[in-house]
């Protein structure tokens, strides 16, 4: 062997040497959880059935925002991702029972769930209104929600705000909303598609989406609601995961690959400065 070729290899073992050495620090900036620290494994729990969040792609991968996001902080903290599919309505009483760690979805903060865990933020967006292109004209005006079939995902914000929406209708001396409650968004837009509710109501970013990707079955009305923060949720008072969840998330938003990954799914617009934690409701953050 040449000494042309001895100074090549040492210069490509110099290079990876340097890879690994920048990669160790940056992971070491990001301080593993005693969960992480003992099993090697960052685990979520996830429904993988809201899209472009979570999903199942044609060949049945894990994929979506949350889910790249998921496995960029399990890079930096050099740990397999394990992703439990579970039902949205059971993820903070899971939490709080100490099922899992973490609960990775588009949570909003109010204060009965602060009461059970609390949040780390990293998006925002509002609720709208998707429906079929001919009853779009239906629903203009103020109260085009109400007498109307709305449905909503069991014990989301959407299901909340249901009901409040609903009061203001009888209010003003109108219908109150029928609502439907479901367990999966892909069940709630096919009754939008198949007649038996007349809109869906949920997060606007996921509302986009799907107008997009319905080719044309499904628009979101102009109104939005109830703008705010989304964050992912981890038990009440687990300073360890909450600092690992800030600390490996504010290095993907330092180093461009939230943003990256948010465009990718066409949600640029919808993303904050800083991921946050949020213990109590005066920690929210205008945005």
């Known amino acids: 062997m040449t000494k042309k070729h001895l100074f090549r290899l040492a210069g490509l073992g ?47 991968k894990q994929t979506g ?12 903290v050099d740990a397999k991702l394990d992703v439990q599919r579970t039902p949205f309505p059971t993820m903070i009483p899971g939490l709080a029972a100490g099922r899992f760690k973490i609960a990775w979805e588009t949570f909003s903060a109010n204060p009965e769930r602060l009461a059970q865990v609390d949040f780390v933020m990293f998006i925002k967006a509002g609720i709208a209104a998707s429906t079929s292109p001919d009853k779009k004209d239906g629903f203009a005006g103020d109260t085009g929600l109400c007498g109307k079939r709305i449905g909503v995902s069991a014990g989301s914000a959407s299901d909340f705000l249901a ?25 709630i837009i096919q009754a939008v598609l198949s007649d038996r509710i007349d809109a869906r109501l949920d997060d606007a970013t996921s509302s986009s989406y799907f107008e997009v990707t319905s080719k044309g079955q499904l628009v979101v009305l102009p109104t939005l609601y109830d703008i705010a923060p989304l964050g992912l949720a981890i038990a009440k008072d687990d ?40 213990g109590s409701m005066d920690a929210l953050r205008a945005e």
């Open 65 to 76: 925002i949350i889910i790249e996001l998921a496995g960029e902080v399990a890079k930096l």
């Open 163 to 187: 009901d409040k929406l609903s009061k203001d209708c009888t209010d003003k001396g109108q219908k109150a909303i029928e609502k439907s409650v479901f367990n999966s968004s892909t069940d």
């Open 14 to 60: 110099l290079a990876a040497t340097i890879a690994a050495w920048s990669a160790a620090a940056i992971a070491a900036d990001v301080p593993k959880s005693p969960d992480v620290e003992q099993t090697g494994t960052l685990t979520i729990a996830n429904t993988l059935d809201f899209a472009p969040f979570e999903y199942l792609d044609a060949d049945g």
């Open 239 to 278: 300073k360890g995961t909450a600092d690992m969840m800030v600390a490996a998330l504010g290095e993907l938003f330092r180093n461009g690959t939230y943003q990256a990954i948010l465009d990718k799914y066409g949600m640029g617009a919808y993303a904050i400065k800083e991921p946050y934690f949020v």
